[in-house]
């Protein structure tokens, strides 16, 4: 296949961010020239950081490509550099056609306009013309089902008619590249359901739908084809399911690299020693307890606290226990064997990991994947029932229900 | 189908000039969504900006006019400093909109890609329906205080072109500077109020002391001024190096602003 088929073809693609060094950021102008004037010939040092690194790949039309990758692996950037959002530091993107972006949804929407102002404002922004817009005028308000509501303003809408307003608009793009960032998961089932075969029908169409996300399942039900992205690089590039399979193998990867210390990001000056969960197997309503290991250091001034993460696996933060919460505070110069218990927190089952992060004003030592946990397929409540009662929700609960 | 391909940009590329024609859409809307937003939401609406104007050119008639006693070329003060006003608010206006777009509007440049010189581009639109219905009120006063301006008022389309071309040079570059140092803000309203005293908006260029008088001279919105005052109220054209002089600083301005904006353009997305 020359490039010349494909909808989109990236060759060395690149984009780094410099991060000024030394001082704080300077965001005023004054700063900014006080600075020149006190130093005229320094030159601000730089750390480079690079989001994204020597990508090359290539999407036939037709396709479906899902992008996916661990927190801060570069997927949001790249999309940012196909939707021209962002401009690469490197390398070259050629682009088949025009790509419409359907980010973050509401983005373009004023609170104080009109559905049908708004209809006409996101539409203009997401590159539709006049023309174009009002060919499919009809169509966007019967997708979204708020035809009784056009001429309200929108910050009287409910979040659901937002939302479902904003995907319409966005959806009925006739861009011959569609790009989405996780904005499938909006709406109640029913729309959610209508949005994916939405998005197939483009794919359908042959044009071409890049997808990032964090949840696979829709990932799986949508894509055609997949790109694994691990530190802004392309580890693999194929089947959706092969694309999975790497993510899932990258994680034990991901969690060896990480437990060497100087592996971590954070300054350093007091990192775990360990992270233990004290049950690698539970049941959903056991406390769950976890061992965290401080060594003494000495040239660190003041306090510092301590937080945890849990994460289902789909990445997504499930609780964050933050030892500032609670006031609890650790004193550098001795060694800390503390202890955190977490109560009524009913767990699905399924695999958990912990992050776990220790801080002061800034970040000292921040472990992800510091330990996991797998949480047994159990349930905690008297009666066993069909998979449709428990299938909902993120986690369990103890709830009860009194006849009145 | 054009294929389209995106490199690493250069320092300072020329600003997109195809694409903001084909995103003119954009231009419109945003103008549009500023002006709705403005009299939806107030409740005295157009009122407002009749009133402003009125009433700061009344407060100038009486403290210049009466306890100053300044010279106005044998005009009522109040027509005399509403005709200066009505020029410097569309430069002023134009630089205050403009200048803050960028900012207002950091969500959406952000996340979505358009040609970013459209957001403060698309701030003229309302300032331009302020100048108009100012400009009605000021025909009403031509009439009210029988002036006759002559056939000079035929160039007045020339001096809104520069004083819009003045305004958004200042106010795009302002814009972009914004996006990274906020407190762009702060200095500019100030260092605008400062303008409007050291130009003569409320007052007449025969009132500045001789020996100050190259001073006031060299002020591009001096000659901007005098330009408004002529066309309006039919008072001496300025000199001919002073029309010269608007045309080319107006474009070198705006020049200027576009410089700078696109030099800044390229990281607007990674740092605001």
Redesign the interface.
């Known amino acids: 296949m020359t490039a ?1 088929d494909s909808a989109i073809s990236v060759q060395g693609l690149s984009k780094t ?1 410099r991060i000024a060094r030394g001082a704080a950021h300077v ?4 700063d ?1 020239a006080l600075n020149r004037l006190r130093h005229p010939f320094r030159r601000t040092q730089y750390d480079v950081f690079e989001a994204v690194r020597d990508l090359s790949f290539e999407v036939p039309w037709g396709e479906a490509l899902g992008i996916v990758g661990r927190n801060g692996a570069g997927k949001s950037t790249l999309l ?2 196909l ?17 419409g ?1 359907l ?2 949804v509401g ?2 929407f ?1 609170p ?2 009109t559905g049908r ?1 708004n209809i ?2 996101n539409g ?7 023309t174009e817009i009002k060919r499919r005028f009809d169509e966007i308000v019967d997708f979204s089902g708020v035809e009784k509501f056009l001429d309200t303003q929108v910050k009287r809408y409910s979040s659901g008619m937002y939302v479902r307003l904003a995907f319409s608009v966005a959806a009925h793009l006739e861009t ?1 590249i569609l790009a989405i960032d996780e904005v499938l998961a909006v709406g109640d089932a029913e729309f959610q359901a209508k949005s994916l075969a939405k998005m197939r029908d483009v794919a359908r169409d042959g044009r071409t739908v890049l997808y990032v996300s964090h949840q696979m399942q829709t990932v799986t039900t949508l894509c055609t084809s997949a790109i694994y992205l691990d530190k802004g690089e392309l580890l693999y590039h194929g089947s959706v399911e092969g694309a999975l399979e790497t993510y899932r193998n990258s994680f034990e990867k991901f969690q060896a690299r990480q437990s060497v210390a100087s592996n971590r990001p954070g300054t350093g000056e007091v990192r775990f020693a360990s992270v233990r969960v004290t049950q690698p197997q539970q049941t959903p309503a056991d406390e769950k307890v976890i061992e965290l290991e401080l060594p003494p250091v000495t040239g660190l001034i003041g306090d510092y606290f301590v937080s945890c993460h849990i994460n289902d696996a789909n990445g997504i933060v499930i609780a964050q226990c933050d030892s500032r919460a609670l006031g609890v505070w650790f004193s550098p110069g001795r060694a800390h064997q503390a202890r955190l218990s977490i109560r009524n927190l009913w767990l699905k089952p399924g695999t958990y990991t912990v992050d776990a992060y220790v801080c002061q004003a800034g970040i000292l030592d921040a472990w992800e994947g510091a330990e996991s946990f797998e949480v047994l397929p159990s349930y905690p409540y008297p009666e066993l029932t069909s998979e449709e009662a428990l299938l909902s929700g993120v986690i369990l609960t103890d709830f009860t229900y009194e006849r009145g | ?1 054009d ?7 250069r320092r300072t590329p020329l600003p997109p000039f195809r694409d903001m024609w084909r ?1 003119r ?2 231009f ?3 103008g ?2 500023d002006i ?2 403005r009299y ?2 107030t409740v005295i609406g157009v009122a407002w900006v009749i009133l402003q104007p009125l009433v700061a050119a009344g407060v100038f008639a009486i403290i210049f006019g009466q306890v100053a006693k300044l010279p106005s070329g044998g005009l009522p003060y109040f027509v005399f400093s509403f005709a200066g006003l009505l020029g410097w608010n569309l430069f002023n206006g134009v630089i205050a909109r403009a200048s803050t777009s960028l900012v207002a509007n950091q ?2 440049v ?5 040609p970013r010189l459209l957001i403060p581009a698309s701030s003229v639109l309302s300032v331009l329906l302020d100048f108009a219905v100012a400009l009605v009120l000021m025909v009403v006063l031509l009439f009210v205080y029988h002036i006759n301006p002559g056939w000079a008022i035929l160039l007045l389309p020339f001096w809104i072109l520069f004083a819009i071309l003045l305004g958004l040079g200042v106010g795009i570059a302002a814009a972009a ?1 914004m996006v ?5 803000g702060y ?1 500019l309203p100030w260092l605008l109020q400062i303008l409007f005293y050291v130009t003569p908006v409320a007052y007449s260029v025969d009132a500045v002391p001789p020996q100050l008088a190259w001073v006031f001279e060299a002020n591009p919105l001096t000659w901007l001024m005098e330009g408004f005052r002529w066309s309006l109220l039919g008072q001496a054209p300025p000199p001919l190096w002073q029309l010269a002089g608007l045309v080319v600083v107006s474009f070198a301005v705006l020049a200027g602003g576009l410089l700078v904006f696109q030099k800044l353009e ?1 990281g607007f ?2 740092v605001i």
């Open positions: 010349r961010y965001d005023r102008i004054t900014a940012k550099l939707t021209r959002v962002s401009a690469p530091t490197a390398g070259v993107i050629e682009l088949g056609g025009r790509v972006s980010l973050e983005t373009g004023h104080d306009l102002e006409y404002l203009a922004l997401l590159g539709m013309s006049r011959e | 189908m294929r389209l391909i995106i490199t690493p940009p995103a859409e954009v419109w809307r945003f549009m969504r709705l937003l939806r939401q969500s959406l952000a996340k979505i890609f358009f500077l990274k140092y906020r407190d762009v200095v390229r997305a990674d």
